[in-house]
């Protein structure tokens, strides 16, 4: 499928013609690719003092509604500031590449994200291997014979999983518990002094705010559970829906496919085969950051956030009908959720838990899916 050139580069890629190599299709972004510092702390700036007051509502509301609400806001504020420490770790949020890394480690502390585990995680595996089968561990689909060699209880949340219903929980256990907070040698084989310290400056600033919230409820006299529910775990656990629910839908679709040979793989042109661009009303993705413009950050990491949006439509122009561009919907996506249970990589193919395949072959895509 693809080749090192293509007869003009720098016009839109019929269909009927090879994809051209990356290099290409990355420079189309270049002039894309610019990033200012100013930017960078207003939006850190901004998401920050938001969180803040979010969190302060939690405690200075009265009634319980207002107080769920403000709890459940500062979540999907986590998840704001968590796209600009994203940013900050592909180095495209400022032009300085220790700046970066600061910011970086500030935005991730209210998502209790060490920096640097989840740098290894994001930008060596999953940038570098993304959904091939046994490197690439996010929402890895498992196949019929190893569903069947599960525990009872693995079962159980394989199925809790993949039911579109969980997937908070899904990243809280399976990516944050077991591969950035603290991880153990199974899962980070790697030991390394800034794991330790990353996941320990995390720990300290959750332990400030669990105590901050505690205080604050014992001088106002109110229930301090109460006030930790409302005012971290739901912040918390909502931020994990909001970060596993993102992550699912831009690599698991219908159209999209896993591998478990890299010579496929990179045949396929991953870049773009296994990345889908969900598109929402009102603009609704400007409030995520334009994070959902995703084969544009997988084609070129750095672009910054607020630059993505520009460089998904020159993407989607240049490449005509082989990019996925799917509207987002709740019934789109339990769909989704129903028919992407577990991969067949024989038949290259999706299957629910029976082994009933769900998806077309992939040798009997269209085209425009198959690029």
């Known amino acids: 499928m693809t080749e090192l050139h293509t007869p003009s580069p720098d016009q839109p890629i019929p269909l009927d013609q090879p994809l051209p190599h990356r290099k290409i299709i990355r420079g189309w972004l270049v002039p894309l690719s610019e990033r200012t510092t100013l930017r960078a702390f207003v939006l850190l700036a901004i998401d920050y003092a938001l969180f803040f007051a979010l969190i302060a509502g939690t405690v200075v509301f009265d009634a319980v509604w207002a107080k769920l609400l403000c709890g459940l806001a500062a979540g999907f504020v986590i998840g704001r500031l968590f796209i600009i420490g994203h940013d900050a770790c592909h180095q495209s949020l400022t032009p300085h590449r220790e700046l970066n890394k600061v ?45 069947e060699a599960l525990s009872p209880l693995q079962k159980l949340l394989e199925r809790a999983y993949r039911s579109g219903w969980a997937p908070g929980l899904y990243y809280m256990i399976e990516i944050w518990w077991k591969r950035e907070f603290f991880p153990n040698k199974t899962h980070m084989p790697t030991r390394r002094p800034i794991f330790f310290k990353d996941s320990a400056l995390v720990t300290v600033f959750g332990a400030f705010w669990i105590a901050t919230i505690a205080a604050a409820a014992v001088a106002t006299g109110q229930s301090v559970w109460l006030s930790l529910l409302l005012g971290f775990a739901v912040p918390f656990f909502f931020w994990n829906s909001m970060i596993g629910f993102v992550v699912y839908v831009h690599h698991t679709h219908v159209k999209v496919s896993w591998h478990d040979n890299k010579a496929a793989w990179t045949k396929a042109a991953p870049f773009v085969s296994t990345t889908v661009h969900l598109t929402f009303p009102f603009n609704i993705g400007a409030l995520m950051h334009h994070i959902m413009e995703h084969t544009a950050h997988h084609v070129d990491m750095s672009v910054p956030l607020y630059r993505l949006k520009k460089a998904q439509a020159k993407l989607e122009e240049m490449l005509p009908g082989r990019i996925i561009v799917q509207p987002f919907s709740w019934k789109w996506y339990f769909e989704t959720a129903k028919n992407c249970k577990m991969y067949d990589f024989t038949r290259e193919c999706w299957t629910d838990f029976k082994g009933n395949m769900t998806s077309p072959v992939r040798g009997n895509l269209p085209p425009a899916a198959q690029a």
Do not use: Q
């Not at 993304?130 to 498992?142: A, E, R, S, Y």
């Open 103 to 147: 910011l970086g480690r500030i935005a991730f502390l209210p998502s209790l994200t060490p920096y640097s585990l989840w740098d290894t995680g994001h930008n060596v595996v999953h940038h570098g291997y993304t959904n091939l089968k046994g490197v690439d561990f996010v929402w890895t689909p498992l196949t019929a014979a190893e569903f």
